[in-house]
């Protein structure tokens, strides 16, 4: 198995050549995610998503604007209100051709040996973690050592992810802090009655949390910010015996998706309308504004997916959630297919 190596720009060539260089890749890849020719009958489709999850509003944009037509598919959306690995599962098995979720939720049932290929993406981070200003949690993550971090579960994928986040900055996540579970929707009663001194989740219940309590947080950590602002977070997967005997097809979905991701990164305000009606309990102002805040301009395929899928394995793998045997490197080649070249 080869190494990958460095990529970087020639030695001696010009700053001119670079940028020329660079914009012939850009518009190479914007090419790539452009709508093909449809020349036959539509594709019928399973997309098993969650309605739940306001950040996979590129689903039902790409749904209201056609994206899925546009790349010959006929798509029946699945809205799966259960446990990934049950999800993954339902793509394993052809219950669902193709499906959304957090990638930190898959890495662990993808290791297992699930027959799921990541083949695109849907937006940058959406995860954060906040401080508990009345315990002191106000400055930085360091200031967390000793004290309890509310989740909503274990696995949860702001756990999985400030896992990462706390061990790269120095702190035992296993000694240095206690994550403690509680209801999504009862992590501030918790705050209120002192037993969590910080809460790590996403959004919108933590939106959702601050917006009923202004004034008690500082936050801490924000995915979609710093070194994990251009990176993935909600991942496109498709069964196994769907991804490598149809491939047009599978290409065609994450086209689609492409399409809907920028359509929602350049129209957010027209995006959370449309999403209202799938979700009624959220309110468009409210939306307008998480939408906003995600990186939907960020939605990589093909070897750049699986380059960053190489690093999330590394950070998993560092912060003991993926076994030590497991090669980064190996398994993003196992578990990512490029569909589009």
Known sequence: MNELGPVGVLDGLSRRQFLASAAVAGTAATAAFAPLPVLSQPRKITFAWSQASFCQVPVPIALERGFFEQNGLQVEVLNWGGAADQLLEALATGKAEVGVGLIHRWVKPLEAGLDVKLVGSVHGGCLRLVGVNAAGVTQDVKT?????????????????????????????????????????????????????????????????????????????????????????CCVLGAGGKFARGDKKHVAGVVRALAQASRYVAENPNESARIFAKYTPKFEVDDLQKLLAELTYKHHPAGGNLRDEVRDFAADFRTAGILKKSTDPVRFANHVSLDVLS
């Open 144 to 232: 967390l050592k000793g004290k309890v971090i509310g989740v909503a579960d274990l696995n949860a994928p702001a756990k999985q992810f400030y896992s990462i986040h706390l061990a790269k900055k120095g702190l035992d996540v296993e000694k240095d802090v206690e994550w403690r579970v509680y209801p999504a929707d009862l992590l501030d009663v918790a705050v209120k009655k002192g037993e969590v001194h910080a809460i790590a989740d996403g959004d919108p219940n933590l939106y959702l949390i601050e917006k009923r309590n202004p004034g008690v947080f500082t936050e801490l950590g924000n995915s979609a910010k710093g070194e994990y602002a251009e990176k993935i």
